[in-house]
């Protein structure tokens, strides 16, 4: 995450959002993330809360070592996810989104997540994300 592509390898902000927008794409309709043709570069990897979860170093399930044919099954049973663009850096090729998903805990709350994006060379390098579960009251971000 933190490489600093050089100018030629970074994307328009409007192809990096494009790229990375694929991804809840891919969690709200497909099987996995290839079904939406979401432009994994081959060892793109995954952190979530500081462990890997998808790509070559991958151990946390079978079949996790490729992000891009990983079983995206597990959010079938969490409903659709509402996307909202945080940010994007340009200059290193960077987005940001914040992920939530409807289906709610016994106390009212919703499983959030916010995802970085490195994107250059037309491809998504890496995803490093963090998960919480926050208040139906922040299911906006608060921001309305």
Request: with cysteine; glycine share 8%.
């Amino acid at each position: 995450m933190n490489y600093a592509p050089r100018p030629e390898q970074l994307a328009s902000r409007e192809d990096a959002l494009k790229a990375a927008l694929h991804y809840p794409e891919g969690l709200n309709v497909a099987k996995t993330f290839a079904d939406v043709k979401t432009p994994f570069a081959p060892n793109a990897y995954r952190y979530e809360n500081g462990q890997i979860m998808a790509g070559p170093d991958c151990k946390f399930a079978p079949g996790c070592q490729n992000i891009s044919t990983q079983s995206l099954a597990i959010f079938n049973r969490l409903g659709k996810v509402t996307t909202r663009v945080v940010g994007v850096d340009e200059r290193m090729g960077i987005v940001l989104l914040r992920l939530n998903w409807g289906v709610r805990e016994p106390t009212g709350d919703q499983l959030t997540a916010f995802e970085a994006f490195k994107v250059y060379d037309g491809q998504i390098h890496a995803v490093e994300a963090f998960i919480r579960i926050l208040p139906l009251a922040l299911a906006k971000g608060g921001w309305d």
